[in-house]
């Protein structure tokens, strides 16, 4: 990336990193790339494994080179997970830009490095992934078994979002909101019922105006599908991560989608596990339940030991 011309693209001033996609510009401190004190992050916190993933940008904004990009990020954290033994698991991510390579990517990721799951971006490259021409990616997903994880992308809703410095607040959480609405509506976790699907950060602001999405398609028939369910019902099928420093949000989220379909995590290195650890225990589970949440839920889902 610090050889391009064109967005995205790294480079460094004034002894900082930065990352560059168009208006988005992110410092990249040197922390956010060290192993040894993720690991001591984890031990610091009780995580015995962490599920590792590459960050964003994604294949999908390489054009041509989306295949090779997309090998060289899998081989990368492969590595990690075979040279930290025990420690990681990974996820892959996918050029879903050439199908025919995304195909032959994902069969390798699986098949061949173990990984996880797939790793699923907001939107790619601007596009949206419940358009047909990503539906393969799900039928495949469903096939292998594999779960798929939403993480925001390059927010469409940058040029709303970056004044006062809000596109990592608002943005973010805004792409997981509009892109898990769109799978919804498009009827997608009808066409692929069996498909493990899990979307960060308590779902964005999704679950919490879920009254709203149910009455818009119900009542006022705001809707391109006929849907088996009510949205809402979606919503509380797919897992979701517990990403959150306000305790009253996780509760909501445990009163809403249930402790069976939660799972633990951090956002780390850009948050620190403690700071959501003191958000759960705030909470007051059981601790049969607080497990699930810990790990039991996460082990079972992602084919993990434990």
Sequence with gaps: MRGRTEDPRVFDKDGVTLLKMGDWVRKIPPEYLDLERKIAAMDKNGIDVTLLTSNDP????????????????????????????????????????????????????????????????????GEWPDEPRFRWLFARAEELGVPIVL?????????????HELTGLLGNMFENTISL????????????????????????????????????????????????RKPSDYLRSIYLDIVSPLPEAIRFAVDFTGVDRLLYASDHPWVQPEVIMSSLD?????????????GRNAAALFDLPG
């Excluded at 799978?183 to 709203?212: M, N, S």
């Design 58 to 125: 994604g294949p999908e904004w390489f054009g041509a080179d989306g295949p090779t990009v997309a090998q060289l990020l899998n081989d990368g954290v492969s590595d990690i997970v075979r040279t930290y033994r025990g420690r990681f698991a990974g996820l892959c991510v996918l050029p879903l830009q050439d199908q025919a390579a995304a195909e032959r990517e994902l069969d390798r990721c699986v098949k061949t490095l173990r990984m996880k799951g797939i790793l699923l971006y907001s939107n790619l490259a």
């Design 181 to 228: 609405a769109r799978l919804v509506a498009a009827g997608l976790f009808d066409e692929f019922p069996k498909l493990k699907f899990v979307c960060p950060h308590l779902g964005g602001t999704l679950p919490y105006i879920a009254g709203r999405f149910d009455h818009q398609v119900l009542v006022l028939k705001r809707s391109n599908q006929n849907l088996e």
């Design 282 to 294: 705030k909470v007051r589970l059981r601790p049969k339940d607080r497990a699930k949440i810990l």
């Design 151 to 163: 993480h925001p992308a390059l927010p469409t809703t940058l040029p709303q979002t970056k004044g």
